[in-house]
């Protein structure tokens, strides 16, 4: 498959400006980011880029060279602007083409993978005559990602962690619509592969770049190690059984600035490594690892009538960027394994005991088991971070705003804020988790031995 890759503007053309950014900046970074998943990731993908630095290029020059180039899909990047009124994504086709064209096909798949990552307001599907859409001679599709002069969106914008999400949605979009195959690896035995961020002489610059890391939705933690009988501090940024895995995570250390981190590949400890504990300094703020099935499964492992929330934690959390395997690790904890021994009942919905205090005052109840799956999520959003709430859902969590916006960051900055006294609260949510995955391996594990 041929991507032709349009960062729009460059050069002397900045495209639109606001809020101390210009469009030019923020397309090309996109762009790069989709060009590296994609080749990094899948197979038999060609990307040509109209531009991978800050130069001009005219619209003709762009699709003109597309159309020689010969390529399958013609995927431009922008970002929109409307005098500080206007927010969200939106994404476009040429209006001479029917719904069920082909090129329709492909942006409905890209949009909706898009849409899943974007944090955005969703403005819709649209089409319009626009030169690069009407001038290919391939299936074209302009994606306008957020509006730079209105703050919320220019607030995103200014995040390397939100423009990855975007690319990822992008590349995840491309790669269902052409149906590309993931890269194969044969995993070396007994071999595991750590992402080594930095490594230091002295403990607090390493606890200074596991700070920075956490401030990036990146998981890090320091290792003593003795080199040369010296005592060296390492920022690990991840240990991987699989290769392909660790220079994903090298990517994202590499994309916030870090770049003499480095993959180190060593005999793992025994032929079946146990997974590395979760570290206490874990981001309430990252990517949902878990499938809903996987968290059901073990849900019902402990109590075989466990309600299925699985697809409400994995939904409203890779929405709100929420780590929704964790925050459903939490609702095990609160509701002991849902089966509500506590002063909060089943009838509540209220998986997070938001507002229980005691006997006389049970907090918080909910109409159906997803909002209050919905309000759980929008509590961790409250304590995570101090962006507004995003607003494709209704707020349903009734204590968000008397939460201290961003004051908790990690699972364990919840301690004496979510549980009073609560001195080892995230550390039990954190334990719970590392138990799901124990659980999820030891199934894949039964299940590979049966086959």
């Known amino acids: 498959m041929k991507l032709y890759l349009d960062p729009g503007h460059g050069g002397a053309d900045p495209g639109a400006t606001g809020s101390g950014l210009a469009e030019k900046d923020i397309t090309l970074d996109i762009a790069l980011k989709i060009r590296t998943i994609l080749v990094t990731n899948y197979e038999n993908i060609e990307v040509l880029m109209s531009r991978s630095a800050d130069i001009t290029k005219g619209l003709a020059e762009r699709t003109n060279e597309a159309n020689s180039w010969g390529a399958d899909f013609y995927m431009s990047i922008h970002i929109n602007a409307f005098n500080g009124t206007a927010q969200g994504y939106e994404d476009y086709i040429h209006n001479s083409l029917s ?55 220019a607030a995103l914008m200014k995040q390397d962690s939100w423009r990855q999400n975007v690319a990822q949605g992008h590349a995840n979009g491309i790669a269902k619509a052409f149906g590309l195959k993931a890269k194969s690896e044969v995993p070396v035995p007994g071999t595991i592969y750590k992402v080594i961020a ?96 996987q968290m059901n499964r073990f849900a019902k492992s402990v109590n075989p009538n466990a309600p299925e929330l699985g697809s409400y934690y994995l939904t409203f959390g890779e929405y709100y960027g929420i780590r929704g395997d964790v925050a459903f690790s939490q609702a095990l904890h609160e509701t002991n394994y849902f089966r509500f021994t506590g002063i909060v009942k089943p009838e509540q919905n209220n998986f997070a005991g938001i507002g229980a205090t005691g006997p006389s005052n049970t907090g918080a109840s909910f109409k159906t088991p997803e909002e209050g799956v919905l309000a759980h999520i929008q509590h961790l959003y409250a304590y995570a971070t101090t962006q507004p709430l995003l607003d494709k859902y209704p707020q349903v969590d009734p204590r968000f705003h008397l939460v201290k916006r961003g004051s908790a960051s990690t699972w364990t900055a919840l301690n004496g804020k979510w549980a009073v006294p609560g001195t080892t609260y995230g550390q039990s949510i954190l334990s719970n988790y590392e138990k799901m995955i124990n659980f999820t391996k030891q199934n894949l594990d039964t299940i590979l031995q049966s086959l």
Request: charge should be negative.
């Open 99 to 153: 719904n069920d064209s082909v090129t329709a096909k492909y942006r409905d798949l890209i949009y909706a993978e898009v849409i899943k990552l974007n944090q955005l307001i969703d403005r819709g599907k649209k089409k319009a005559d626009y030169h690069v859409l009407r001038e290919t001679a391939m299936p074209a599709m302009l994606s306008e990602n957020g509006f730079i002069d209105h703050p919320h969106d």
């Open 198 to 293: 930095g490594s230091f002489k002295l403990r607090a610059n390493a606890d200074d770049r596991v700070t920075f890391l956490h401030s990036k939705n990146i998981e890090a933690f320091v290792v003593t190690t003795t080199i040369s009988g010296e005592t060296w501090y390492r920022v690990q940024a991840g240990v991987f059984s699989n290769r392909s895995n660790a220079e994903a995570r090298l990517q994202e250390v590499h994309n916030v600035g870090i770049t003499d981190a480095f993959i180190m590949a060593e005999p793992a400890a025994s032929s079946t490594p146990s997974p590395q504990p979760v570290p206490t300094g874990y981001a309430i703020l990252g990517p949902t690892y878990l499938s809903p099935e």
